[in-house]
Nanobody, 122 residues
């Protein structure tokens, strides 16, 4: 069983930046970030393959968010720039122990973190 621990959430003004981190307790393959706003379904944000050479993004964050990973530290990051109030949500880290290519569906992942709150004020 792999444990995922997120950090880096907080309150920021619109146009600002935050960097989320997610440390895994063991080796994983593809990793990603989802988010869930109040009253909404959990949605895909970004995902990256094991080697870090292939990344997918939701259209709503493309060009503003960047996902990266450091396999030596078993850690994945989400750099979020030009934040908007609609980015406010709980952000969840996720990991697969079988998929080499990143997925965009929740059922493509095996492990989930506890979530970290990101709040963007207008």
């Amino acid at each position: 069983q792999v444990q995922l621990v997120e950090s880096g959430g907080g309150l920021v003004q619109a146009g600002g930046s935050l960097k989320l981190s997610c440390a895994a307790s063991g080796r994983t393959f593809s990793m990603g970030w989802f988010r869930q706003a109040p009253g909404k379904e959990r949605e895909f944000v970004a995902a990256i393959d094991w080697g870090g050479g292939s990344a997918y993004y939701a259209n709503s964050v493309k060009g503003r968010f960047t996902i990266s990973r450091d396999n030596a530290k078993n850690t994945v990051y989400l750099q979020m720039n030009s934040l908007k109030p609609e980015d406010t949500a709980v952000y969840y880290c996720t990991a697969s122990q079988t998929r080499l290519r990143p997925g965009v569906r929740r059922d493509e992942y095996d492990y989930w973190g506890q979530g970290t709150q990101v709040t963007v004020s207008s």
